[in-house]
């Protein structure tokens, strides 16, 4: 059995809690990463009003979404 445990993915699970069914969520240092490596993904992300508190965590994150109704994200899900 393999286990993943520690703060990263406590703070991701905490983050795709947040996403829209079907949707794809981003932290500003994945959407910095998306901008360089799938422009056209990232440019379909668009940051929520607020930087949000994630439980066991002191500091905001900001999150980007891109709706499924996106057609990147349309086609990422038919894949999935």
């Known amino acids: 059995t393999l286990s993943f445990i520690g703060p990263c993915v406590n703070r991701a699970a905490r983050i795709m809690k947040r996403s829209p069914p079907g949707g794809i969520i981003a932290?500003?240092?994945?959407?910095?990463?998306?901008?360089?490596?799938?422009?056209?993904?990232?440019?379909?992300?668009?940051?929520r009003p607020e930087a949000v508190s994630l439980k066991g965590f002191d500091d905001l994150t900001r999150l980007h979404v891109a709706a499924a109704s996106t057609p990147i994200c349309e086609m990422e899900c038919l894949h999935a």
């Open 27 to 47: 932290t500003d240092a994945i959407l910095e990463s998306a901008e360089i490596t799938d422009p056209d993904l990232a440019g379909q992300c668009k940051p």
